[in-house]
T-cell receptor, first 116, second 112 residues
Framework: NAGVTQTPKFQVLKTGQSMTLQCAQD?????MSWYRQDPGMGLRLIHYSVGAGITDQGEVPNGYNVSRSTTEDFPLRLLSAAPSQTSVYFC???????????????FGAGSRLTVL | DAKTTQPTSMDCAEGRAANLPCNHSTISGNEYVYWYRQIHSQGPQYIIH???NNETNEMASLIITEDRKSSTLILPHATLRDTAVYYC?????????????FGGGTRLMVKP
């Protein structure tokens, strides 16, 4: 049981390049989400999904796309990287709608992205 | 979601109990108190949650006041590995989609 797996752990991009951060979970969680964390700051929600084929925007969605074709995978795409997207990205998952368990998130180890 | 207030930072001696307070005076009846922590550079880790009764698990204890306007996370025997940022979050117990908001938290420094 690996939990939430994120790849890559580190990535350096040039401005304008595109890339995909991968997130996979093996806990059959319905809910998956992406957060970003800038230095010295709290986490901000980018996008989330409540099930395969369903996604929605969080607090800071601009510049990012997501899709959810399977329960297990929730990739985050940077369309045209900008220096402002330099951050640490965390993927998280949980059950959906279970009594008192809905907000027990399991986080991945993070993907550190630098955009030059 | 109810707003929470936590001290910015706290120190604790290794082996002693760490008591981390959280104020949530606007909490409503169906909102739970959740605690997470984030050790440097790692993903946040769920610790414990509760509604109104005190809760204990292998990591910590959660004490919620009778009026539910504040709570305390207790790490009974803090170790150096407990040095982290601790987040107190108040949230309803169902997933409406737009999930947890992580604020500033309390930076706990456990010292030898």
């Amino acid at each position: 049981n690996a939990g939430v797996t994120q790849t890559p752990k580190f990535q350096v991009l040039k401005t304008g390049q595109s890339m995909t951060l991968q997130c996979a979970q093996d806990m059959n969680h319905e809910y998956m989400s992406w957060y970003r964390q800038d230095p010295g700051m709290g986490l901000r929600l980018i996008h989330y999904s409540v099930g395969a084929g369903i996604t929605d925007q969080g607090e800071v969605p601009n510049g990012y796309n997501v899709s959810r074709s399977t329960t297990e995978d929730f990739p985050l795409r940077l369309l045209s990287a900008a220096p402002s997207q330099t951050s640490v990205y965390f993927c998280a998952s949980s059950y959906l709608g279970r009594l008192s368990g809905a907000n027990v998130l399991t986080f991945g180890a993070g993907s550190r992205l630098t955009v030059l | 979601d109810a707003k929470t207030t936590q001290p910015t930072s706290m120190d604790c001696a290794e082996g002693r109990a760490a008591n981390l307070p959280c104020n949530h005076s606007t909490i409503s009846g169906n909102e739970y108190v959740y605690w997470y922590r984030q050790i440097h550079s790692q993903g946040p880790q769920y610790i414990i949650h509760g509604l109104k009764n005190n809760e204990t698990n292998e990591m910590a204890s959660l004490i919620i006041t009778e009026d539910r306007k504040s709570s305390t996370l207790i790490l009974p025997h803090a170790t150096l590995r407990d040095t982290a940022v601790y987040y107190c979050i108040v949230r309803v117990n169902y997933n409406a989609g737009n999930m947890l908001t992580f604020g500033g938290g309390t930076r706990l420094m456990v010292k030898p």
